[in-house]
């Protein structure tokens, strides 16, 4: 866990910056990023969240990231995988702040 940890605290806003607006699944991984750094969220999400945003973060993965139309699907799917095991753990407070991280609108729901 450490090394994916070290992996996404090095590399994830910086990738992020890159593709965020050729992903549809921006925010759900910077809500990802947001619930794993979270001291409230449970180990095994956090290592869980880590692994599939470090297979993210990689440079080198199943699919490259610069196939077109392609590139991103794996990344996609270990990212929502990963999120279905632990989506009961993501909290509005982590969607908010990501939502703000990335600059979009806030949305208009509950509180946390």
């Known amino acids: 866990?450490?090394?994916?940890?070290?992996?996404?605290?090095?590399?994830?806003?910086?990738?992020?910056?890159?593709?965020?607006?050729?992903?549809?699944?921006?925010e759900e991984a910077a809500a990802?990023?947001?619930?794993?750094?979270?001291?409230?969220?449970?180990m095994r999400v956090r290592a869980t969240l880590l692994a599939a945003l470090?297979?993210?973060v990689m440079p080198v993965d199943f699919?490259?990231?610069?196939?077109?139309?392609?590139?991103f699907t794996d990344d996609a799917t270990v990212l929502m995988a990963a999120l279905g095991l632990v989506s009961s753990y993501m909290k509005p407070r982590h969607r908010k702040a990501a939502r703000q991280a990335l600059g979009l609108p806030a949305e208009k729901s509950g509180t946390d």
Do not use: L, Q, S
């Open 54 to 56: 470090a297979y993210f």
């Open 32 to 42: 990802a990023w947001f619930c794993a750094r979270d001291p409230e969220t449970p």
């Open 1 to 26: 866990m450490a090394r994916n940890e070290k992996t996404v605290r090095e590399g994830f806003w910086k990738k992020m910056a890159r593709v965020a607006g050729k992903v549809p699944f921006a």
């Open 63 to 71: 699919i490259p990231d610069i196939v077109a139309a392609f590139g």
